[in-house]
């Protein structure tokens, strides 16, 4: 029907390089999103401040982050960042641009969960005797985490499928990274890449189940 | 002291890379909006059983890296069929479909905002399914979606950098010759993210303003 050879059995038998690729691409998701929280939690405590400078950062950061493409980001770390003379590797760029994306949009999250949470909140802690930090760190941060904690793992999805912008950096050992190299040694562009697509679907599906699970076991009152 | 390579040619270069960007979310946005108003309403009409099918396909092209549903599409028409497509052509299609599968969401999720017994006033004065629509739920659905809409038709701009996989020289893929070219990564870069920035900034304040402005309380 088609005048096209589909040949699984082939591009099947490469599945073991590709696990091990999308163990590199967890990694590379994984560590995104613990740095780009804890820089998100430091960024919202700086817009608890009335610093001109520090907020200046925290905004100019996020709306850099926001508007420009996850791929300029990705280039910008790596090309932009060689011509000052520091060379990253293919992987640290992509840790950086991929990182630097998470911070951006998390710290608007954790703005939009702020918003939930009383200045009452804060009040009521200090008058308690706690200083401003504590009173972040205590009161403020736990529940800011709670309501931000389903809007952070649809942006951990989201790391997981910009992952696969490495390999325009030259990144070879992520999901995509792989598959493209297989691709270019067997030809079997559709079959291998419809098996990489299979391997996000479940992965993105499994972590998308999961935070619902947590949530609704960690969260309930 | 600032010296530069870049000539007048390679700004009209940049230019149609812009161009390119600009016509390729134009047309995918425009045609996914659509789709995604009929899939969207077919969603909430027939309910979450009869629409899994749907909600599922839509549900792929937001859970794989648009990178391998460019890549997958373009394999498919052009290994498979044998079709002899434009990569303009495969580059919109997938991200018609992209953007129809978030606007799906977003539209489905306006139309379960409007109060139900807003809709039976509606039909028990005597309209019929079709001007409770555009006269009731259209109005008050759209409050609801157009600043996820505009966040949408943003991020699709964005994500059109990535149709440089199916050889079509849009704005980043151009500034990436350039940088080949000239050896200036770091100038291009930022000609490049400015642009993508002078466009997305102001309609993302004002999708913040209307959000703000449209919500009820």
Known sequence: MFGYTFQWGQAVKWLPQMLE?????????????????AVAILFTSFRQTKSRILNGIVTT????????????????AHFGIASFGIHFSPFVSLLIGITFNNVGYLTENF???????????????RSLGLSAPQAF??????Q????????????????????????????????????????????????????AAVIFYVITKTIQIGARLLAARLFRY | MFNTALTLSDLVFLAKGAGMTLLVTAISVSLGTILGIIFGIFRFQVGPVWAAPVTFLLDVFRSIPLLIQLVLANAFFGMV??????????????????????????????????????RRAARSLGMTWLQDMTHIVLPLATRVALPSWIGLALGVMKDSALVYIVQVTELLKS????????????????LCGAFYFIISFPIARLGGYLERRLSND
């Not at chain 1, 760190?137 to 736990?142: G, L, Q, S």
């Not at chain 2, 010759?177 to 930022?190: D, F, V």
């Open chain 1, 137 to 142: 760190a205590f009161v403020v941060m736990p």
């Open chain 2, 81 to 118: 069929l044998k079709l002899n497509l434009t990569g303009l052509a495969v580059a919109c299609g997938v991200l018609t479909l992209y953007t129809a599968a978030y606007c799906a969401e977003i539209v489905r999720g306006a139309v379960e905002a409007v109060p139900t017994t807003t």
């Open chain 1, 61 to 76: 950061w996020v709306e850099i982050a926001r508007n420009t493409p996850a791929l300029f980001q990705i280039y910008m």
């Open chain 2, 175 to 190: 500034t990436q010759i350039l940088i080949t070219r000239l050896q200036e990564p770091l100038l291009l870069l930022m």
């Open chain 1, 144 to 195: 800011m985490l709670r309501i931000a904690f389903l809007p952070a793992s649809n942006q951990m999805v989201w790391a997981i499928l910009m992952t696969s912008l490495g390999v325009t950096v030259g990144m070879n050992s992520d999901l995509y990274g792989v598959t493209q190299d297989l691709n270019s040694v067997t030809f079997r562009t559709f079959e291998l890449f419809a098996i």
């Open chain 1, 21 to 37: 690729g999308a163990w590199v691409t967890m990694e590379i998701a994984i560590l995104s999103m613990l740095i780009g929280i």
């Open chain 1, 111 to 125: 703005r939009g969960a702020m918003k939930a949470i009383p200045d009452t909140q804060t009040r009521a802690a």
